[in-house]
């Protein structure tokens, strides 16, 4: 088992929630989507590549800022972290605290100028497999064991997003409002 960290860029993600309580979401992980040259070959996560730490109790991964741990947007054990992967990948919900960090970076993607993820990870023994596709050297990884997801402007790979999801936008219109005070009333 390696016991290096490897990192990639390239992540889907949207700002959302409220004024109050703002969430980042979107995608650290795109499955089967190429990543951008990272120095000689490029890498292709696999579906279920992540399900080591998805059914871990024990594994702990971390949402950062441009992979700087004095950046901590939210974290798995905290429940301010949460992960799943889904047809389309490894998608992830943060809840971001109230710190001038969080708000500048809100910020930068609502305005569209950050609008990517990325993620660390270690590989364990047999969890990657190597291929030539014709020049090109190919990665895919089968399995990893997640450290963190990081939003970040440069991601390796392209097919990610991150955004803010905005409650509001949900609950427009009459039929969503009177659900919505419904739902309070329980």
Known sequence: MSTVIERRSGIEIR???????????????????????????????????FGRTLRSTTADP?????????????????GTLR???????LAFEIDVPDTTAARDLLVSVERGDI??????????????????????????LHDVSLHEIT????????????????LEQFTTGPRLRSLRRFLETI
């Open 62 to 78: 971390l949402a950062l800022v441009q992979h700087k741990p004095d950046l901590v947007l939210g974290r798995r054990s905290a």
């Open 15 to 49: 700002a959302g929630g409220d004024a109050k309580s703002p969430r980042l979401v979107g995608y650290a992980a795109v499955f089967d989507a190429p990543s951008l040259d990272l120095g000689g070959f490029i890498e292709i996560v696999k579906p279920g590549a």
């Open 151 to 166: 939003i970040t402007a440069q991601p390796a790979y392209p097919d990610t997003t991150v955004a803010r999801r905005s």
């Open 115 to 140: 609008k990517g993820a990325s993620f660390a990870f270690v590989v364990p023994a047999g969890g990657d497999k190597w291929h030539m596709r014709g020049d090109q050297a190919v990665r895919e």
């Open 83 to 89: 992960l799943h992967e889904d047809a389309k990948g």
